[in-house]
């Protein structure tokens, strides 16, 4: 789908740093923290040519109000094949919305809009 964001946002698990870095590794993506003052900051970035931030914790509030909770996003998420036998989990299009509330940031506003028209679509379809 078209979406002016130009890096890639994941949100994962307190325990699954050194995992999740370890993972990217082989793509030369190199994290900008330790997993200990990831965990401190809430945050970290994996970079190379490319930027993935990467945000960390149980809960997260929202600009717009509420919280998207960790564990409540999770269990409703949805694995989509992005290479043989290799699953990428994707929050349902309702977290996902919720996301790119974390920071309300002005290029996320755009996607926001697009959402909105993919969900109303969904709802009638």
Not at 10 to 29: E, K, M, T
């Amino acid at each position: 789908m078209p979406v002016l964001t130009a890096d890639y946002d994941y949100w994962i698990h307190l325990d699954d740093i050194a995992a999740f870095n370890d993972a990217l590794a082989p793509l030369g993506l190199v994290p900008t923290l330790s997993p200990e003052d990831a965990r401190k900051r809430g945050r970290y970035r994996l970079e190379n040519h490319e930027i993935v931030d990467v945000l960390l914790g149980r809960q997260i509030p929202m600009t717009t109000g509420g919280t998207l909770v960790f564990d409540e996003v999770w269990s409703r998420r949805s694995p989509v094949e992005v290479a043989p036998g290799v699953d990428a989990q994707i929050p349902c299009l309702e977290d996902l919305v919720g996301t790119k509330r974390f920071g309300a940031r002005p290029k996320d506003l755009e996607d926001l809009r697009f959402l909105a028209v993919l969900i109303g679509t969904k709802e009638k379809g």
